[in-house]
Structure formats: structure tokens, C-alpha cells
């Protein structure tokens, strides 16, 4: 059973920085991309960050380039969000998700990820 645990999520004041983490659980961890994402009420889930499986590519949106970095350890089946300089804006839910399938290339669209933890609030006051 693929077990993915997000943590780290509270409240931060705009410029302030959380660093979110995810356990991962059930699947060879190594062999599969990573990906956050983040839901605001009403809105859709929408693509934050992505990290290869062997760690050597990541990618971001360009409205948290620059101030958001995804990491990931293979050897403790965890990834975590590093994200700075927030602002109100990056108030949601975030996700993590594993990619659908082993060894895949790079994915920005939640229909490319099979698996996704239960999420954890990060809320950003003005």
C-alpha cells in the first residue's frame, strides 16, 4: 500500500519561508519522479515543483521560480518543499504525489501522478 505523508504546513507571515516534507511508504521511492502541487479553495490544483527520480532535474512554474526548491533524500524515501519569500497568494493546500509511472520524464499535470498524500495547510497572512 503507497503511503505519501506531508508535513511542515502552519501559518507564516508574507516574506517568511515553511519547509514542507513527504514520506514516502509502499513504492522503490528512488524509481519514481516527485511532485508538489497546491489547491486554493475554488481554484484548481496547480503544478508547484518536480524532481526527477534520480534527483538531477526539477522543475517549477514561474510563480515559484526562484523562490520555491524541491529536494529529495532516495535514501529516506522523503521529499521535501523548501519554499521562501512567501506571499498571501501561496495560501493552499499542498500535495505531494508520486509520479504514475516508474522512471517517467518530466510531469507538471495532476492526471501524471497516481499516488497523493492527504495534503498540508500553508497559510500566508499579509
Known amino acids: 500500500q503507497v503511503q505519501l505523508v506531508e508535513s511542515g504546513g502552519g501559518l507564516v507571515q508574507a516574506g517568511g519561508s515553511l519547509r514542507l516534507s513527504c514520506a514516502v511508504s509502499?513504492?522503490?521511492?528512488?524509481?519514481?519522479?516527485m511532485g508538489w502541487f497546491r489547491q486554493a479553495p475554488g481554484k484548481e490544483r496547480e503544478f508547484v515543483a518536480w524532481?526527477?527520480?534520480?534527483?538531477?532535474?526539477?522543475s517549477y512554474p514561474d510563480s515559484v521560480k526562484g523562490r520555491f526548491t524541491i529536494s529529495r533524500d532516495n535514501a529516506k524515501n522523503l521529499v521535501s518543499l523548501q519554499m521562501n519569500s512567501l506571499q498571501p497568494e501561496d495560501t493552499a493546500v499542498y500535495y505531494c504525489?508520486?509520479?504514475?509511472?516508474?522512471?517517467?520524464?518530466?510531469?507538471?499535470?495532476?492526471?501524471?501522478?497516481?499516488?497523493w498524500g492527504q495534503g498540508t495547510q500553508v497559510t500566508v497572512s499579509s
Open positions: 524532481i526527477s527520480w534520480r534527483a538531477g532535474a526539477t
Open positions: 509502499g513504492l522503490t521511492f528512488a524509481a519514481y519522479a
Open positions: 504525489a508520486a509520479a504514475r509511472n516508474r522512471f517517467s520524464a518530466r510531469a507538471t499535470m495532476p492526471q501524471d501522478f497516481g499516488s
